[in-house]
Nanobody, 120 residues
């Protein structure tokens, strides 16, 4: 099992920035690939970014490429999502997820989510 707790969400104006954090405990965090998702009201959960266990392999959805950056600090058991140039359409609940594998395959463990609201 991996327990995940997101933080860092909040209200920000369009064009602003936020950094989300995801604190992990339980299994060895450093051996899990990780990902960030979001879900807006009435929409399906969307995969935004993934990172392999050692940070060598990154992938982004087109909707956030060039604006969001995923990173991890294995020594701190923490995953990050730096979000820049935020838009009102980025408003959603943001979730971190862990895969059981060292490379991203699928989400097997979820956090509870943190709300991000971008005002115009």
């Amino acid at each position: 099992q991996v327990q995940l707790v997101e933080s860092g969400g909040g209200l920000v104006q369009a064009g602003g920035s936020l950094r989300l954090s995801c604190a992990a405990s339980g299994r060895t965090f450093s051996r899990n690939a990780m990902g960030w998702f979001r879900q807006a009201p009435g929409k399906e959960r969307e995969l935004l970014a993934t990172i392999s266990w050692n940070g060598d392999n990154l992938a982004y959805a087109d909707s956030v490429k060039g604006r969001f950056t995923i990173s991890r600090a294995n020594a701190k058991n923490t995953l990050y999502l730096q979000m820049n140039s935020l838009k009102p359409e980025d408003t959603a609940v943001y979730y971190c997820a862990a895969s059981r594998t060292t490379g991203w395959v699928a989400p097997h463990f979820w956090g509870q989510g943190t709300q991000v609201t971008v005002s115009s």
